[in-house]
């Protein structure tokens, strides 16, 4: 799993939910590279849906566990099909037994990590960051980090209203204050005039029902 620089300038385009932080919280001191999606063949192999940003680097940081750490297991990868990894874990040798691991998350210590180079960060360390505008302004909270090939792009989750989708660049998001726990959002002015308008009413019509639930994206 490398770490996300983040440059200067990137398109927005291609949102989608593509991260290890799905809405499950990794145990203190763990970071999920995976979760078993189903047995493959008759012999014990697993599908792996891979949250390394090389599909096959899932191995590369030694002995996986379970979140309890009940389970252990030294992983073999065989190859990558249909976006899922194709691997051997020591000591499963029957379809059975892999079947019975479906839904499995795969965990490493943090610190089996590489470390991190100036502007490179892990997905696992932005979620939760609190989001501030450039004058402290509460803008809400990282939720994800997304990517279908055109570039990272993160999502702020926000208090009663949908969530926003920005690239992440350092035009808008000059400021990532790990020890303090906040990130700042510069969000492009079209953004923000949209909000504008939200926030006012403008531009919704005279006749409105309050009783329209906005829904929450998802990626």
Request: proline content about 5%.
């Amino acid at each position: 799993m490398r770490p996300r620089k983040r440059p200067k300038q990137q398109r927005a385009e291609g949102v989608g939910q593509l991260s290890s932080t799905d809405g499950a919280e990794a145990p203190p001191g763990l970071i999920c590279l995976g979760v078993v999606l189903g047995a493959h063949g008759l012999r014990g192999a697993v599908r792996i849906k891979s949250f390394a940003m090389n599909a096959s680097d899932i191995a590369a940081y030694g002995p996986l566990q379970s979140d309890d750490g009940a389970m252990r297991f030294a992983l073999t990868v065989r190859g990558v099909s249909r976006g899922a990894v194709l691997a051997e874990l020591e000591g499963i040798n029957r379809r059975e037994a892999a079947e019975a691991l479906k839904g499995t998350r795969l965990y490493v210590p943090r610190e089996a990590l590489p470390t991190t180079d100036e502007n490179e960060f892990y997905h696992t360390d932005l979620i939760g960051l609190a989001a501030h505008t450039a004058d402290g302004e509460v803008y809400g909270v990282v939720k994800s980090i997304n990517n279908h090939g055109a570039g990272d792009v993160i999502e702020i989750e926000r208090d009663n209203t949908q969530s926003k989708f920005l690239p992440f660049s350092r035009d808008i998001v000059p400021v990532i204050n790990l020890a303090e726990g906040y990130l700042t959002i510069d969000p492009p002015i079209e953004i923000d005039a949209k909000r504008s308008d939200e926030d006012s009413g403008e531009g919704l019509g005279e006749n409105v029902s309050e009783d329209v639930d906005e829904v929450d994206s998802d990626g």
